[in-house]
């Protein structure tokens, strides 16, 4: 949740964070509305708020909002209009071991993890990514919070699936300082 404010309060707009759990992206909706409300900045979550075509609706007409979104904002809806400031991603998007359907498609494979599950997530990662940069125009601060993409081995199918860009691991402490950097032009 304070890397949530942190990164709405350093951004000139808009922001959109993608969670895998209708329950954590509930957890942060109520942690950070009442602290970023005082500073003016909007927060705006799939189920509560709506569909998610009206969360980016919502998101496309604000300036400064925050949208919380699960699965479905992670592929397929557009943000018609305008672009985003900064996308964050809480978790890596798994595929939830114990759905039927992907334990059933996971017992096909010698290695269900990193046959399906890794490959799987690999491709949700990169269409959550497609929120942020849409075309060589696009800028965007792209914040990811879970921390396997650097401590497992598979982090690096993560990292390599992004396309070229700059690379920063940094402290949640430095992350505000960086983000308001970036945003005014003088990242190093």
């Known amino acids: ?3 949530l404010v942190d990164i709405a309060k350093s951004s000139a707009g808009r922001v959109l964070a993608l969670f895998t759990s209708i329950s954590a992206l509930d957890n942060a909706r109520k942690a950070i509305g009442p602290a970023l409300g005082r500073e003016g900045i909007r927060v ?10 009206r969360i980016m609706r919502m998101l496309a007409e604000d300036g400064r909002t925050i949208a ?3 699965s479905s904002l992670w592929e ?18 798994f595929p939830v071991p114990s759905d039927p359907i992907v334990a059933a498609r996971s017992e096909q494979f010698d290695d269900g993890f990193n046959e399906y599950s890794i490959p799987e997530a690999v491709q949700r990662f990169r269409q959550g990514f ?29 990292q390599r699936a992004l396309p070229r860009c700059t690379v920063r691991r940094v402290s949640t402490e ?5 983000l308001e950097s970036w945003r005014d032009g003088t990242f190093e």
């Open 1 to 3: 949740a304070d890397v």
């Open 44 to 53: 705006i979550a799939q189920g509560a708020d709506g569909s998610p075509a």
């Open 130 to 158: 497609g929120r942020l940069i849409r075309s060589r125009a696009d800028r965007g601060a792209f914040v990811i919070i879970d921390k396997r993409i650097v401590t497992k081995n598979y982090g690096v199918k993560f």
């Open 76 to 93: 397929g809806v557009d943000l018609k209009g305008a672009s985003l400031d900064a996308l964050v991603m809480a978790r890596l998007p």
């Open 68 to 70: 919380l979104g699960t």
């Open 174 to 178: 430095r992350l505000f300082p960086l």
